[in-house]
């Protein structure tokens, strides 16, 4: 089999995996290689939530970006269903924002404000509001913003979802392949050299998470990212707890299907030790006893972490190598990978397709912020 492709994706994560299911929606034949297995790392770890409000004010470029990415949901959920089975288990049953003192309230208040004056819905629910609609959660809760529009997937089935879309329109995957450099010839990158030998493209696209400034390192650039460790848990209840995600400061609990619920996550920064600790675990179990005192019944099931890439800036570098041609970075999606990963899927085939993206990605261009170009 021909070793040469029309363009490569270095990364088995949910962006790459977008990135390979929309190029060869448009019909190139591309390669995927993860240096590990399949959603192993950050896409493996992730709770999945749908937080384009949740997680932003409601202005600038990285909402604009988030907010379209989530309205591309549903119809990503039927056509990864279509093609191969897999249910992302999209559930839309909002998030609830929620206060704990006067100083929350403040501030939710100030965000709703400014979300409307966006034209996007966000809803002032007080305590007693919030407990009639779920009866589970504490007295300590004074009040909370709901986000109807933000929900949730799973995201392990969402980046496998990606990946096997991808293989059913030809990409071939390649698991335990690591990528050790590039071949470039005039300014153009035209290969990639890995512990199973060489392959041939002159689109390559760099979708490493958290590992992406260590591929780079030989082409001179040095972007601005540090890794951040997240932990989580989950449990499972037999009379289910939740129907909204309930998202507070350092704890989140995300209610998924079959009475499972996801409880995360600490942020750890600059470090890529993915054990988890006794001291995060203990820290979100405290947390959540106090959102939702009965989560004490549930019976535990497993708890694990994974490394988040974040930037300088808190935006995703999204565009072209600003030295090598062809080469394309896509990466630095921080705690909104999952949510961030249809559009960030359709854009980079734009870019490689030498396209106009429906969006400006000026603000998110590589050579934005770089530490070093040697
Ligand atoms: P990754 O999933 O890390 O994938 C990168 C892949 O590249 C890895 O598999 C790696 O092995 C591979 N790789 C690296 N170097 C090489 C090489 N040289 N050769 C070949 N392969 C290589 N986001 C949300 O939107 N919603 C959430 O609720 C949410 N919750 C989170 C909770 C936790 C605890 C964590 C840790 C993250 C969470 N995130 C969430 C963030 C989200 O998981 C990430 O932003 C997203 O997964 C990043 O995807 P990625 O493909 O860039 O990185
Ligand atoms: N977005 C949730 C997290 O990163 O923990």
Known sequence: MSNTYDAIVIGGGVIGGSIAYNLAKRGSKVLLLEKDRLASKSSGAAAGMLGAQAEMDGVGSLFQLAKKSRGMFPTLANEIKEKTGIDIDLINKGMLKICLNDQDQQENKRIITTQRQNGEEAEWLTGSEIRKKEPAVSEAITGAM?????????????????????????????????????????????????????????????????????????????????????????????????????????????????????????????????????????????????????????????????????TADGLPYLGEHPIYKGLFVATGHFRNGILLSPITGE????????????????????????????
């Open 347 to 374: 854009v980079i085939a734009d870019l490689v397709e030498g396209k106009e993206p429906p969006l400006n990605l000026s603000p998110f261009r590589v050579e934005r912020m770089v530490k070093q170009y040697t």
């Open 146 to 310: 709901y986000l109807e529009k933000d929900g949730h997937v799973d995201a392990t089935q969402l980046t496998l979802g990606f990946l096997k879309s991808a293989t059913v329109l030809g990409v071939v995957i390649k698991e335990y392949v690591e990528v050790h450099s590039f071949k470039f010839s005039n300014g153009k990158v035209t290969g990639i050299e890995t512990n199973e030998g060489h392959f041939t493209s002159d689109k390559i696209i760099v979708a490493g998470g958290a590992w992406s400034n260590k591929i780079l390192a030989e082409t001179g650039l040095q972007l601005d990212t540090y890794p951040v460790k997240g932990e989580c848990f989950s449990v499972v209840i037999q009379q289910p707890l939740l129907s909204s995600t309930i998202f507070s400061h350092g704890c989140y609990l995300v209610p998924k299907k079959g009475g499972r619920i996801i409880v995360g996550a600490t942020v750890i920064p600059r470090t890529f030790n993915q054990q988890v600790t006794v001291e995060g675990i203990s820290l979100l179990m405290e947390k959540a006893k106090y959102l939702v005192p009965s989560i004490v019944e549930a019976e535990w099931e497993r708890a694990w972490a994974g490394i988040r890439p974040q």
